[in-house]
C-alpha cells in the first residue's frame, strides 16, 4: 500500500478522480456503458471542501490508482519507491555495507513507506516467518540510522556547529542553592539552545529578583547536545530526573520529547518547581503547556525562563538538599575533533597511529557504549564494571546518551581515570596522542561523542576504523546481565576479530 498526497494548491474540484474511480470498479469499466449499469457503480473517493479550498479523500487500496492518473492538474500523487537508495544513505554508509545490504534487499528508498510497512507487518495476523521479520528489523535500523540519526547529527552541527572538546561538569552537585536552577529534558537542541540564550540574556533580570543569576543544567541526552557545544553541566541521566527535583532547588524544568517520567509533576507538587511541557504530543497532567514552535521560539523561550525567575522568587530562603557529588572531564569528541587531534602525531594520515596501535595490540579494540539506564540494572553498576573491565584490557571507549552521563558522573571522561584504570598499552597511546595535542595529560580513556542521536558518530568513527582494518563484517546480538561475564564476551568477540585479520 501507496500514501497518495494531494496539492491543495492545484485541486479543483472538477470530481475527474471521482469519476474515474466509479468507471474503474464498474461492472464493464466502460466510461460510455457504465451510465446503464445497475446497481449503478459507486465511487471510492469524494471530494471534500476546506474553506477555500478542496480536497479528494482516497481509500488508497489500488495500485494502479485510476483517480491519480485522471486528475488533469496533477494535484493527486505518490511519492512512490523509485528504486534509488535514500541520499542520506548514499552519502553515510560505509561502502562495503552498503553493498551487503543491497544484495540483501535492505536498501531503502523512502523512509516513511517502511515505517507504514512495520506498522502492517507486526498487527495481528501478519508477518510470522522469523526471518523475515528480521530482515524487515535491518531494514529499519537503517531508516533509523540513516534517515534518523546520521541526518540529524548532519544537520544540528551545521545549525549550531561541530562540537569541540571541552571541560565539563556532572552530577548533582552542579546545582547552585542561589541561583535560578532550570533543567532541561530530552531530546530538542533547537528548545535547549533557545532556552540557553534567553538564560544568559535574562541573567540581570533574576539578580534582580535575589538570585545569583540563572545556572542551567541538563538532563538526559539534550544535556548531551548543551554540555558538547556550550559547557552546560550535566546534571542526570533519565533515571535521575527525580531525584533532581528531589532537591527542591529545581525551580523550571523544561520538557520536550522522550524519556519525560509522567510522575514528575506530582513530585514537583511538593516544591515549587515548575514543570514545563513544549511539543502538543507530549503533555503532562499537571505541567504547564509552552507550545515551542520555531516562527515564536524567542516569545516562548523568553517566557519559559521569566517563568523560572518567578518560581525562585518562591523557593528563595527554603531549605534544599543539593548533593556535593560533582565531578570533571572532557566532552565533546566529534569525529573531526578526534581526526583534527589525530593529526598533531600523523598529519597525513591521522587514523594509521591508531591502526598500528590496534595491529601491534595497544589498542585490543574499540566498543561503543550508548543507550538508557536500566532501572533493574543500575544497582548493580553495570555499565561501570563492564567498562572498567575492559579497559583494563586495553579496549578503547567511546560513549553517547545518557550512558554518557553514567561515565561522567563515574569518573570515566577525566585524564585521571586513564592512569587509574587502563592496561598498559592503551594508557602509553592515550599518554602520547595528549602530549602530542599538547593537553599536558592523556586523553581520557572514555570519548564522550554526543547524545542517543550522535549514535551515528560511533558509527562513523568505528566504521573508518574498520575499513581501514580489511574486511569485517557481520554483527550479532548478545545478552548478558553479568557485567563481568558481559565484558568478557564482548572480549571474545574482539579476539575472533583479530584472528580473524591476522593480528
Not at 533580570?205 to 553541566?233: D, F, H, S, W, Y
Not at 575533533?337 to 598500528?356: H, M, N, S
Request: aromatic share 4%.
Amino acid at each position: 500500500m501507496k500514501e497518495v498526497f494531494i496539492d491543495i494548491e492545484k485541486c479543483t474540484a472538477c470530481k475527474s478522480c471521482v469519476t474515474a474511480c466509479a468507471i474503474e470498479h464498474s461492472a464493464s469499466r466502460d466510461p460510455y456503458m457504465v451510465v446503464f449499469e445497475s446497481p449503478f457503480p459507486q465511487s471510492r473517493i469524494n471530494v471534500e471542501k476546506a474553506g477555500v479550498y478542496s480536497y479528494p479523500v482516497c481509500c488508497l487500496h489500488c495500485t494502479e490508482a485510476a483517480c491519480i492518473t485522471s486528475c488533469p492538474t496533477g494535484a493527486m500523487y505518490r511519492d512512490l519507491q523509485d528504486g534509488e537508495p535514500m541520499n542520506w544513505l548514499k552519502l553515510r554508509a560505509p561502502k562495503r555495507e552498503f553493498a551487503l545490504w543491497g544484495d540483501l534487499g535492505l536498501l531503502v528508498s523512502n523512509a516513511h513507506n517502511e515505517i507504514e510497512e512495520a506498522m502492517h507487518r507486526t498487527s495481528m495476523g501478519n508477518d510470522a516467518d522469523p526471518t523475515n521479520l528480521i530482515l524487515a528489523c535491518l531494514k529499519i535500523g537503517i531508516v533509523d540510522g540513516y534517515a534518523g540519526l546520521h541526518m540529524a547529527t548532519d544537520l544540528q552541527d551545521i545549525i549550531f556547529g561541530v562540537p569541540r572538546v571541552r571541560k565539563i561538569e556532572a552530577n548533582m552537585g552542579v546545582l547552585e542553592k542561589d541561583k535560578v536552577n532550570i533543567a532541561i529534558h530530552g531530546h530538542n537542541p533547537i528548545l535547549s539552545e533557545k532556552i540557553l540564550e534567553w538564560a544568559i540574556k535574562l541573567d540581570d533580570e533574576a539578580k534582580k529578583k535575589g538570585a545569583q543569576g540563572i545556572n542551567v543544567v541538563g538532563v538526559c541526552c539534550t544535556e548531551n547536545e548543551l554540555t558538547m557545544r556550550r559547557g552546560v553541566p550535566m546534571a542526570a541521566h533519565n533515571l535521575q530526573s527525580e531525584l533532581n527535583l528531589l532537591t527542591g532547588a529545581v525551580d523550571a524544568m523544561v520538557v520536550d520529547i522522550q524519556c519525560i517520567w509522567p510522575s514528575i509533576t506530582k513530585i514537583a507538587e511538593c516544591y515549587d518547581t515548575k514543570i514545563i511541557t513544549t511539543e502538543s504530543f507530549v503533555r503532562i497532567p499537571g505541567a504547564e503547556h509552552v507550545p515551542f514552535e520555531p516562527e515564536h521560539a524567542d516569545r516562548e523561550s523568553e517566557k519559559v525562563v521569566k517563568m523560572a525567575i518567578d518560581a525562585f522568587t518562591r523557593r528563595k530562603g527554603k531549605d534544599v538538599t543539593i548533593p556535593q557529588e560533582k565531578t570533571g572531564g572532557l566532552a565533546g569528541f566529534s569525529v573531526e575533533t578526534i581526526i583534527e587531534t589525530l593529526k598533531k602525531v600523523d598529519p597525513e594520515a591521522p587514523l594509521k597511529p591508531v591502526i598500528d596501535n590496534i595491529k601491534n595490540g595497544n589498542i585490543y579494540g574499540a566498543v561503543g557504549f550508548a543507550g538508557c539506564p536500566s532501572i533493574n540494572m543500575r544497582e548493580t553498576s553495570m555499565t561501570e564494571k563492564m567498562i572498567k573491565e575492559l579497559l583494563k584490557n586495553n579496549v578503547l571507549i567511546v560513549t553517547t546518551g545518557c550512558t554518557a552521563h553514567i561515565c561522567a558522573q563515574a569518573g570515566l571522561l577525566n585524564s585521571d581515570a586513564t592512569d587509574k584504570y587502563c592496561g598498559e598499552g592503551l594508557k602509553t597511546v592515550l599518554e602520547a596522542v595528549g602530549e602530542a595535542a599538547g593537553l599536558g595529560v592523556p586523553l581520557p580513556p572514555v570519548w564522550h561523542m554526543g547524545s542517543c542521536v550522535d549514535n551515528s558518530r560511533i558509527a562513523e568513527l568505528l566504521g573508518a576504523l574498520a575499513d581501514k582494518l580489511e574486511d569485517i563484517t557481520g554483527g550479532k546480538t548478545y545478552v548478558e546481565p553479568d557485567p563481568i561475564k558481559a565484558a568478557g564476551g564482548i572480549l571474545s568477540h574482539i579476539e575472533k576479530k583479530r584472528k580473524a585479520l591476522g593480528i
